[in-house]
C-alpha cells in the first residue's frame, strides 16, 4: 500500500512545505519593534479590576407546608381515679429508722 500511496505522500509534504513558507514571503510578517509611547507628566495607573456585579439568583421554588394540624387529644382515661396519698414524714420511709428532729 506503501508505494500506491508513495505520490500522495509527496504531493501532501509539498503542500506543507508551500504552507510553512508563505508567512516568510508576506512583509507584514516582519518584526516591527514597538512604537514608543513618552509616559505622561502626571501618570495615571490602569483602573483596578472591578468583578462583573453579582445578580442572586432567583429563590428556588419551595413547596408550602400543610397547614398547622392539632395533634388528637389523649382518649379520656377510664376507671376509678386513685385517691391522694400523703407522702410519709420525713425518714419514716419502710425500712429506714425514724429520723431525730434537730433542734
Excluded at 519593534?33 to 505622561?40: E, F, L, M, S
Excluded at 495607573?45 to 388528637?72: C, F, I, L
Amino acid at each position: 500500500t506503501i508505494k500506491i500511496m508513495s505520490p500522495l505522500y509527496m504531493l501532501l509534504a509539498f503542500l506543507a512545505m508551500v504552507v510553512l513558507t508563505i508567512p516568510a514571503l508576506g512583509d507584514d510578517y516582519k518584526y516591527k519593534p514597538p512604537k514608543y509611547k513618552p509616559t505622561p507628566k502626571y501618570y495615571k495607573p490602569p483602573p483596578k479590576y472591578k468583578p462583573p456585579s453579582y445578580k442572586k439568583p432567583p429563590p428556588k421554588y419551595k413547596p408550602k407546608p400543610p397547614p398547622y394540624k392539632r395533634p388528637p387529644t389523649l382518649p379520656p382515661i377510664k376507671g376509678k381515679p386513685k385517691p391522694y396519698k400523703p407522702y410519709p414524714p420525713y425518714g419514716h420511709y419502710p425500712g429506714h429508722p425514724p429520723v431525730e428532729a434537730v433542734p
